[in-house]
Protein backbone atom coordinates (compact mmCIF):
# COMPACT_ATOMS: atom_id res chain seq x y z
CA UNK A 1 0.00 0.00 0.00
CA UNK A 2 1.25 3.45 -1.02
CA UNK A 3 1.74 5.56 2.10
CA UNK A 4 -0.58 8.49 2.86
CA UNK A 5 0.14 11.90 2.07
CA UNK A 6 0.98 14.14 4.54
CA UNK A 7 -2.45 15.92 4.16
CA UNK A 8 -2.45 17.34 8.07
CA UNK A 9 1.04 18.56 7.93
CA UNK A 10 0.71 22.18 7.22
CA UNK A 11 4.57 22.97 6.12
CA UNK A 12 4.91 26.06 8.52
CA UNK A 13 4.33 23.24 11.24
CA UNK A 14 7.35 20.86 10.62
CA UNK A 15 9.79 22.83 12.13
CA UNK A 16 11.49 24.43 9.14
CA UNK A 17 10.50 27.46 8.55
CA UNK A 18 9.01 28.57 4.93
CA UNK A 19 10.13 31.33 3.57
CA UNK A 20 7.00 33.50 3.45
CA UNK A 21 6.97 36.65 0.91
CA UNK A 22 6.71 40.19 2.25
CA UNK A 23 3.62 41.47 2.83
CA UNK A 24 1.32 42.95 0.13
CA UNK A 25 -2.17 44.87 -0.09
CA UNK A 26 -3.83 41.66 -1.49
CA UNK A 27 -3.03 40.01 1.55
CA UNK A 28 -5.16 42.35 4.04
CA UNK A 29 -8.94 43.88 3.17
CA UNK A 30 -9.43 47.03 3.11
CA UNK A 31 -9.41 48.66 6.55
CA UNK A 32 -6.25 46.00 6.99
CA UNK A 33 -4.90 48.44 4.14
CA UNK A 34 -5.92 51.68 5.71
CA UNK A 35 -4.48 50.65 9.31
CA UNK A 36 -1.35 49.47 7.73
CA UNK A 37 -1.25 53.37 5.53
CA UNK A 38 -2.20 54.92 8.87
CA UNK A 39 0.87 53.32 10.70
CA UNK A 40 3.38 54.78 7.85
CA UNK A 41 1.78 58.26 8.72
CA UNK A 42 -0.21 58.78 5.70
CA UNK A 43 -3.48 59.27 5.25
CA UNK A 44 -6.03 56.59 5.48
CA UNK A 45 -7.48 57.60 1.73
CA UNK A 46 -4.28 56.42 0.14
CA UNK A 47 -4.85 52.69 0.83
CA UNK A 48 -7.90 52.76 -1.36
CA UNK A 49 -5.81 54.65 -3.61
CA UNK A 50 -3.31 52.32 -4.23
CA UNK A 51 -5.88 49.71 -4.35
CA UNK A 52 -7.55 51.05 -7.25
CA UNK A 53 -4.30 51.53 -8.97
CA UNK A 54 -3.67 47.69 -7.84
CA UNK A 55 -6.78 46.21 -8.52
CA UNK A 56 -9.01 48.76 -10.60
CA UNK A 57 -6.80 49.95 -13.00
CA UNK A 58 -4.41 46.83 -13.08
CA UNK A 59 -1.37 49.47 -12.59
CA UNK A 60 1.50 48.61 -10.24
CA UNK A 61 4.50 51.20 -11.25
CA UNK A 62 4.51 54.15 -8.90
CA UNK A 63 5.79 56.32 -11.52
CA UNK A 64 1.84 55.93 -13.46
CA UNK A 65 0.30 56.70 -10.13
CA UNK A 66 0.02 60.16 -10.10
CA UNK A 67 -2.85 60.87 -7.89
CA UNK A 68 -0.24 60.36 -4.92
CA UNK A 69 2.19 63.01 -3.83
CA UNK A 70 5.50 62.06 -6.02
CA UNK A 71 7.45 61.91 -2.68
CA UNK A 72 5.40 59.20 -1.08
CA UNK A 73 4.38 57.69 -4.38
CA UNK A 74 7.91 54.80 -4.00
CA UNK A 75 7.36 54.68 -0.16
CA UNK A 76 3.74 53.63 -0.46
CA UNK A 77 3.81 51.33 -3.25
CA UNK A 78 7.37 49.90 -2.48
CA UNK A 79 5.44 49.01 1.22
CA UNK A 80 1.91 47.90 -0.34
CA UNK A 81 3.18 46.36 -3.55
CA UNK A 82 6.73 44.64 -3.35
CA UNK A 83 7.21 42.44 -6.01
CA UNK A 84 6.16 38.77 -5.54
CA UNK A 85 5.87 37.26 -8.99
CA UNK A 86 8.97 37.61 -11.31
CA UNK A 87 8.34 36.67 -14.84
CA UNK A 88 10.50 33.56 -16.06
CA UNK A 89 8.80 32.73 -19.18
CA UNK A 90 5.86 33.19 -20.90
CA UNK A 91 4.71 30.70 -23.71
CA UNK A 92 1.98 31.30 -26.01
CA UNK A 93 -0.34 28.93 -28.60
CA UNK A 94 -3.35 28.24 -29.86
CA UNK A 95 -2.58 31.34 -32.09
CA UNK A 96 -2.44 33.39 -28.45
CA UNK A 97 -5.53 32.23 -27.04
CA UNK A 98 -3.49 30.08 -24.46
CA UNK A 99 -0.70 32.00 -22.35
CA UNK A 100 1.39 30.06 -20.05
CA UNK A 101 3.51 32.41 -17.48
CA UNK A 102 6.06 30.65 -15.05
CA UNK A 103 7.12 32.66 -12.07
CA UNK A 104 10.12 33.07 -9.80
CA UNK A 105 8.64 33.49 -6.02
CA UNK A 106 11.26 35.58 -3.93
CA UNK A 107 12.87 32.38 -2.51
CA UNK A 108 13.45 30.55 -5.54
CA UNK A 109 9.89 28.93 -6.19
CA UNK A 110 9.03 28.06 -9.57
CA UNK A 111 5.43 28.10 -10.13
CA UNK A 112 3.01 28.20 -13.18
CA UNK A 113 -0.43 30.01 -14.31
CA UNK A 114 -2.41 29.95 -17.66
CA UNK A 115 -4.41 32.81 -19.34
CA UNK A 116 -6.87 31.27 -21.47
CA UNK A 117 -9.49 33.58 -24.03
CA UNK A 118 -12.57 31.87 -25.46
CA UNK A 119 -15.07 34.59 -27.65
CA UNK A 120 -16.86 35.18 -24.80
CA UNK A 121 -14.62 35.03 -21.92
CA UNK A 122 -11.30 34.75 -20.27
CA UNK A 123 -10.28 32.28 -17.85
CA UNK A 124 -7.09 31.65 -15.97
CA UNK A 125 -5.83 28.93 -14.32
CA UNK A 126 -3.87 29.65 -11.06
CA UNK A 127 -1.75 28.00 -8.70
CA UNK A 128 -2.77 27.62 -4.72
CA UNK A 129 1.15 25.85 -3.51
CA UNK A 130 4.44 25.50 -4.94
CA UNK A 131 4.75 21.88 -5.62
CA UNK A 132 1.83 19.72 -3.84
CA UNK A 133 1.65 17.31 -1.13
CA UNK A 134 -1.47 15.20 -2.83
CA UNK A 135 1.09 12.47 -4.59
CA UNK A 136 -1.47 12.16 -7.45
CA UNK A 137 0.74 9.29 -9.09
CA UNK A 138 -0.32 11.00 -13.06
CA UNK A 139 0.15 14.65 -12.24
CA UNK A 140 3.45 16.40 -12.58
CA UNK A 141 2.78 18.51 -9.81
CA UNK A 142 2.82 15.90 -7.48
CA UNK A 143 5.48 13.73 -8.06
CA UNK A 144 7.99 16.62 -6.67
CA UNK A 145 5.97 16.96 -3.01
CA UNK A 146 5.40 20.25 -1.29
CA UNK A 147 7.53 23.31 -1.06
CA UNK A 148 5.31 25.91 0.72
CA UNK A 149 1.52 27.27 0.70
CA UNK A 150 1.66 30.19 -0.90
CA UNK A 151 0.49 33.78 0.88
CA UNK A 152 -2.74 35.36 -0.13
CA UNK A 153 -1.20 37.98 -2.01
CA UNK A 154 0.98 35.07 -4.15
CA UNK A 155 -2.31 33.63 -5.04
CA UNK A 156 -3.96 36.92 -6.03
CA UNK A 157 -1.17 38.67 -8.09
CA UNK A 158 -1.28 35.77 -10.56
CA UNK A 159 -5.05 36.50 -11.53
CA UNK A 160 -4.55 40.74 -10.89
CA UNK A 161 -0.80 39.96 -13.47
CA UNK A 162 -2.58 37.99 -16.07
CA UNK A 163 -5.47 40.47 -15.98
CA UNK A 164 -3.27 42.90 -17.08
CA UNK A 165 -2.31 41.17 -19.69
CA UNK A 166 -5.40 40.40 -21.05
CA UNK A 167 -6.49 44.05 -20.73
CA UNK A 168 -3.50 44.99 -22.53
CA UNK A 169 -5.13 42.89 -25.79
CA UNK A 170 -2.90 40.27 -25.66
CA UNK A 171 -5.54 37.29 -26.29
CA UNK A 172 -6.83 37.71 -29.87
CA UNK A 173 -10.27 36.88 -30.14
CA UNK A 174 -11.51 37.26 -26.53
CA UNK A 175 -12.98 40.01 -24.30
CA UNK A 176 -10.38 42.08 -22.68
CA UNK A 177 -11.74 41.50 -19.18
CA UNK A 178 -11.00 39.05 -17.16
CA UNK A 179 -13.77 37.20 -16.01
CA UNK A 180 -13.28 33.58 -14.71
CA UNK A 181 -10.63 32.09 -12.42
CA UNK A 182 -9.93 28.58 -11.55
CA UNK A 183 -7.70 26.81 -9.07
CA UNK A 184 -6.25 24.08 -11.02
CA UNK A 185 -2.91 25.02 -11.25
CA UNK A 186 -0.09 24.19 -9.15
CA UNK A 187 -0.78 22.63 -5.30
CA UNK A 188 -4.14 21.56 -3.36
CA UNK A 189 -6.58 24.74 -2.86
CA UNK A 190 -8.19 23.45 0.12
CA UNK A 191 -4.71 22.41 1.63
CA UNK A 192 -3.88 26.22 1.96
CA UNK A 193 -7.27 26.85 3.26
CA UNK A 194 -7.28 30.15 4.82
CA UNK A 195 -5.05 32.18 2.16
CA UNK A 196 -6.92 30.49 -0.60
CA UNK A 197 -10.41 31.62 0.74
CA UNK A 198 -9.01 35.03 1.62
CA UNK A 199 -7.45 34.87 -2.03
CA UNK A 200 -11.01 34.21 -3.13
CA UNK A 201 -12.29 37.40 -0.91
CA UNK A 202 -10.26 39.59 -3.15
CA UNK A 203 -11.03 38.19 -6.17
CA UNK A 204 -14.85 38.98 -5.94
CA UNK A 205 -14.57 41.82 -3.40
CA UNK A 206 -15.64 44.87 -5.63
CA UNK A 207 -13.09 47.69 -6.88
CA UNK A 208 -11.23 48.68 -5.40
CA UNK A 209 -11.10 46.42 -2.23
CA UNK A 210 -11.05 43.37 -5.09
CA UNK A 211 -11.07 42.32 -8.63
CA UNK A 212 -14.67 42.07 -8.89
CA UNK A 213 -15.25 38.49 -10.15
CA UNK A 214 -18.43 36.94 -9.59
CA UNK A 215 -18.50 34.13 -7.30
CA UNK A 216 -19.68 31.84 -9.71
CA UNK A 217 -16.66 32.33 -11.83
CA UNK A 218 -14.55 31.01 -9.67
CA UNK A 219 -14.07 27.04 -9.25
CA UNK A 220 -11.98 25.27 -6.58
CA UNK A 221 -10.22 21.97 -7.58
CA UNK A 222 -9.87 19.23 -4.70
CA UNK A 223 -8.43 15.90 -4.55
CA UNK A 224 -11.19 15.52 -1.89
CA UNK A 225 -10.45 16.80 1.32
CA UNK A 226 -13.85 16.47 3.15
CA UNK A 227 -13.50 18.19 6.24
CA UNK A 228 -12.41 21.43 4.35
CA UNK A 229 -15.19 20.78 1.58
CA UNK A 230 -17.66 21.16 4.24
CA UNK A 231 -16.28 24.24 5.91
CA UNK A 232 -16.02 25.89 2.78
CA UNK A 233 -19.68 24.95 1.89
CA UNK A 234 -20.20 27.28 5.08
CA UNK A 235 -18.35 30.63 4.08
CA UNK A 236 -20.53 32.39 2.63
CA UNK A 237 -19.35 32.13 -0.62
CA UNK A 238 -20.85 30.50 -3.46
CA UNK A 239 -18.15 29.23 -5.76
CA UNK A 240 -18.06 26.15 -8.10
CA UNK A 241 -16.22 22.92 -6.49
CA UNK A 242 -14.57 20.50 -8.88
CA UNK A 243 -13.99 17.24 -7.38
CA UNK A 244 -10.82 15.14 -8.77
CA UNK A 245 -12.71 11.87 -8.68
CA UNK A 246 -10.73 10.05 -11.58
CA UNK A 247 -12.53 6.27 -10.25
CA UNK A 248 -15.40 5.55 -9.32
CA UNK A 249 -14.25 2.81 -6.91
CA UNK A 250 -12.13 2.71 -3.97
CA UNK A 251 -9.59 0.15 -4.88
CA UNK A 252 -8.48 2.37 -8.11
CA UNK A 253 -8.77 6.08 -6.42
CA UNK A 254 -6.72 4.43 -3.82
CA UNK A 255 -4.10 4.25 -6.41
CA UNK A 256 -4.79 7.22 -7.83
CA UNK A 257 -5.69 9.90 -5.49
CA UNK A 258 -3.72 8.55 -2.46
CA UNK A 259 -6.15 10.78 -0.33
CA UNK A 260 -8.95 8.51 -0.86
CA UNK A 261 -7.24 6.14 1.36
CA UNK A 262 -8.20 8.71 3.92
CA UNK A 263 -11.73 9.65 2.72
CA UNK A 264 -13.90 7.11 0.90
CA UNK A 265 -15.36 7.72 -2.82
CA UNK A 266 -19.01 7.54 -0.78
CA UNK A 267 -17.90 9.97 1.74
CA UNK A 268 -16.08 12.81 -0.45
CA UNK A 269 -19.20 12.66 -2.64
CA UNK A 270 -21.40 12.85 -0.09
CA UNK A 271 -19.49 15.86 0.66
CA UNK A 272 -19.62 17.18 -2.63
CA UNK A 273 -23.75 16.94 -2.68
CA UNK A 274 -23.65 18.65 0.26
CA UNK A 275 -22.00 21.23 -0.89
CA UNK A 276 -24.19 21.50 -4.33
CA UNK A 277 -27.28 21.47 -1.59
CA UNK A 278 -25.75 24.07 0.69
CA UNK A 279 -24.68 26.84 -2.32
CA UNK A 280 -27.13 25.92 -5.48
CA UNK A 281 -24.22 25.03 -7.12
CA UNK A 282 -23.50 22.26 -10.02
CA UNK A 283 -20.61 20.05 -8.68
CA UNK A 284 -18.19 19.47 -11.32
CA UNK A 285 -16.65 15.95 -11.32
CA UNK A 286 -13.44 15.67 -13.08
CA UNK A 287 -11.69 12.25 -14.47
CA UNK A 288 -8.73 11.55 -16.16
CA UNK A 289 -9.19 9.36 -19.21
CA UNK A 290 -5.93 6.67 -18.70
CA UNK A 291 -5.88 3.88 -20.68
CA UNK A 292 -6.95 0.72 -19.51
CA UNK A 293 -6.55 2.14 -16.03
CA UNK A 294 -9.66 3.80 -15.32
CA UNK A 295 -11.46 4.23 -18.69
CA UNK A 296 -13.75 0.92 -18.62
CA UNK A 297 -17.45 0.50 -20.19
CA UNK A 298 -18.10 -1.03 -16.29
CA UNK A 299 -16.05 2.13 -14.47
CA UNK A 300 -18.22 4.33 -16.65
CA UNK A 301 -21.62 2.66 -15.80
CA UNK A 302 -20.56 2.56 -12.01
CA UNK A 303 -19.85 6.65 -11.88
CA UNK A 304 -23.22 6.87 -13.79
CA UNK A 305 -24.68 5.45 -11.07
CA UNK A 306 -23.32 7.26 -8.84
CA UNK A 307 -24.19 10.70 -10.13
CA UNK A 308 -27.24 9.61 -11.45
CA UNK A 309 -29.78 12.87 -10.24
CA UNK A 310 -27.03 14.50 -8.82
CA UNK A 311 -26.13 17.98 -9.21
CA UNK A 312 -23.30 17.24 -11.07
CA UNK A 313 -21.42 17.40 -14.39
CA UNK A 314 -18.74 15.07 -15.62
CA UNK A 315 -15.33 16.99 -17.05
CA UNK A 316 -13.62 14.61 -18.58
CA UNK A 317 -9.92 14.84 -19.25
CA UNK A 318 -7.66 13.84 -21.48
CA UNK A 319 -4.88 12.34 -19.70
CA UNK A 320 -1.68 14.34 -20.20
CA UNK A 321 1.10 12.12 -20.18
CA UNK A 322 3.76 13.28 -17.82
CA UNK A 323 7.46 12.42 -18.49
CA UNK A 324 8.68 9.11 -18.11
CA UNK A 325 4.63 7.97 -16.75
CA UNK A 326 3.69 4.63 -17.52
CA UNK A 327 0.14 5.82 -18.83
CA UNK A 328 -1.46 7.30 -21.58
CA UNK A 329 -4.56 9.32 -23.03
CA UNK A 330 -7.48 6.95 -23.80
CA UNK A 331 -8.04 6.57 -27.49
CA UNK A 332 -11.17 8.03 -28.42
CA UNK A 333 -13.19 5.58 -29.28
CA UNK A 334 -13.02 4.15 -25.63
CA UNK A 335 -13.05 7.48 -24.69
CA UNK A 336 -16.86 8.42 -27.03
CA UNK A 337 -18.07 5.16 -25.40
CA UNK A 338 -17.35 6.30 -22.08
CA UNK A 339 -19.39 9.74 -22.46
CA UNK A 340 -22.37 7.57 -24.25
CA UNK A 341 -22.52 5.68 -21.03
CA UNK A 342 -22.90 8.42 -18.58
CA UNK A 343 -25.20 10.50 -21.08
CA UNK A 344 -26.95 7.19 -21.09
CA UNK A 345 -27.08 7.35 -17.24
CA UNK A 346 -28.68 10.84 -17.18
CA UNK A 347 -25.41 12.36 -16.61
CA UNK A 348 -24.35 15.52 -17.98
CA UNK A 349 -20.83 14.99 -19.45
CA UNK A 350 -18.30 16.90 -21.64
CA UNK A 351 -14.88 16.24 -22.76
CA UNK A 352 -12.55 19.06 -21.64
CA UNK A 353 -10.80 20.67 -24.18
CA UNK A 354 -6.88 20.73 -24.39
CA UNK A 355 -5.35 24.12 -24.29
CA UNK A 356 -1.56 24.62 -24.35
CA UNK A 357 -0.60 21.23 -24.83
CA UNK A 358 1.82 22.46 -27.26
CA UNK A 359 3.46 24.94 -25.14
CA UNK A 360 4.87 22.19 -22.46
CA UNK A 361 3.38 18.59 -21.35
CA UNK A 362 2.97 20.55 -17.48
CA UNK A 363 -0.33 22.15 -18.99
CA UNK A 364 -2.21 18.80 -18.52
CA UNK A 365 -1.90 19.05 -14.91
CA UNK A 366 -2.18 22.99 -15.06
CA UNK A 367 -5.43 21.59 -16.79
CA UNK A 368 -6.91 23.97 -19.52
CA UNK A 369 -9.74 24.30 -17.53
CA UNK A 370 -13.52 24.10 -19.19
CA UNK A 371 -16.26 26.26 -17.63
CA UNK A 372 -18.55 23.24 -16.01
CA UNK A 373 -21.60 25.47 -17.39
CA UNK A 374 -19.95 25.73 -20.92
CA UNK A 375 -20.90 22.43 -22.46
CA UNK A 376 -20.63 24.30 -25.98
CA UNK A 377 -16.92 24.70 -26.71
CA UNK A 378 -15.99 20.91 -25.16
CA UNK A 379 -15.56 18.87 -27.65
CA UNK A 380 -18.39 16.92 -27.36
CA UNK A 381 -16.79 13.33 -28.15
N1 LIG B 1 -5.03 19.71 -6.46
C1 LIG B 1 -6.23 20.08 -7.14
C2 LIG B 1 -6.05 21.07 -8.27
C3 LIG B 1 -4.90 20.91 -9.22
S1 LIG B 1 -4.93 19.92 -10.65
C4 LIG B 1 -6.93 18.85 -7.66
O1 LIG B 1 -6.33 17.78 -7.65
O2 LIG B 1 -8.10 18.94 -8.03
C5 LIG B 1 -6.34 20.25 -11.63
C6 LIG B 1 -6.87 18.99 -12.31
O3 LIG B 1 -5.93 18.45 -13.26
C7 LIG B 1 -7.16 17.86 -11.32
O4 LIG B 1 -8.39 17.26 -11.64
C8 LIG B 1 -6.01 16.91 -11.59
O5 LIG B 1 -6.29 15.61 -11.17
C9 LIG B 1 -5.84 17.04 -13.09
N2 LIG B 1 -4.56 16.55 -13.58
C10 LIG B 1 -3.37 16.49 -12.95
N3 LIG B 1 -2.43 15.95 -13.73
C11 LIG B 1 -3.02 15.63 -14.90
C12 LIG B 1 -2.56 15.03 -16.11
N4 LIG B 1 -1.29 14.67 -16.25
N5 LIG B 1 -3.45 14.87 -17.11
C13 LIG B 1 -4.75 15.25 -16.97
N6 LIG B 1 -5.23 15.83 -15.85
C14 LIG B 1 -4.39 16.01 -14.82
Known sequence: ???????????????????????????????????????????????????????????REPERMTDLPAATRERLAGTLL???LTPVRELACDDGATRKALWRLHDGSLVESVLMGYPDRVTVCISSQAGCGMACPFCATGQAGLTRNLSTAEIVD???????????????GSPPRLSHVVFMGMGEPLANYARVVAAIRRLVAPA????????????VSTVGLVPAIRRLASEDLSVTLALSLHAPDD?????LVPVNQRWKVSEVLDAAWDYAATTGRRVSIEYAMIKDVNDQPWRADLLG??????????NLIPLNPTPGSRWDASPKPVEREFVRRLRDAGVSTTVRDTRGRE??????????AEDTDSDSRAATA
Open 1 to 59: MTSLPLISVDPDARGRKPAMPPRHLADLDLPGRQALVTELGEPAFRAKQVSNHYFGRLV
Open 82 to 84: PTL
Open 158 to 172: QAVYLAGVAASGAVA
Open 208 to 219: PEGLGLSQRHIT
Open 251 to 255: ELRDE
Open 305 to 314: RLLAGKLAHV
Open 359 to 368: IDGACGQLAA
